[in-house]
């Protein structure tokens, strides 16, 4: 089979893809090698239990689920290409993520930075 490859990630096959997530995950690695963690990071890894035993209570509750399960939907469709992520809508900011204004519509979201999502769902708490 004669395939001119074109080097775009789409056009690879799903071989290709694995080694270039592989090698993409080892440069990453590398560079990131005997970096001290992040203040976030830290508190993650020495509230690790604290934060498992949470996640674990939010999942298990069925008000939640639905909730975990919308999100989880909308990482894959991020994932596989068939959403993109946008920048913050309020404040531009390119690292986001999605906020369900209906998680029976896993797919339809609005992209939000983390202190803007914060915000909103404040927001909306304080408006309940
Ligand atoms: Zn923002
Ligand atoms: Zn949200």
Not at 8 to 23: F, I, P, Q, V, W
Not at 49 to 73: G, T
Not at 102 to 125: E, G, M, Q, T
């Amino acid at each position: 089979m004669a395939r001119k490859n074109t080097g775009k990630y789409k056009d690879l096959s799903l071989e290709e893809k694995k080694k270039y997530h592989a090698e993409y995950h080892r440069i990453w690695r590398d560079k990131n090698k005997g970096k001290t963690y992040s203040r976030e990071q830290q508190w993650r890894k020495d509230n690790k239990d604290k934060l498992n035993a949470w996640y674990k209570k939010y999942r298990n509750n069925p008000l939640n689920q639905k909730n975990y399960r919308a999100v989880v939907k909308l990482n894959v469709a991020v994932r596989l290409g068939k959403i993109k992520r946008q920048p913050c809508e309020i404040c531009d900011n390119p690292k986001s993520q999605g906020h369900h204004p209906d998680y029976s519509k896993p797919l339809k979201v609005n992209w939000l930075c983390i202190s803007c999502h914060a915000k909103l769902h404040k927001k909306i708490r304080a408006e309940k």
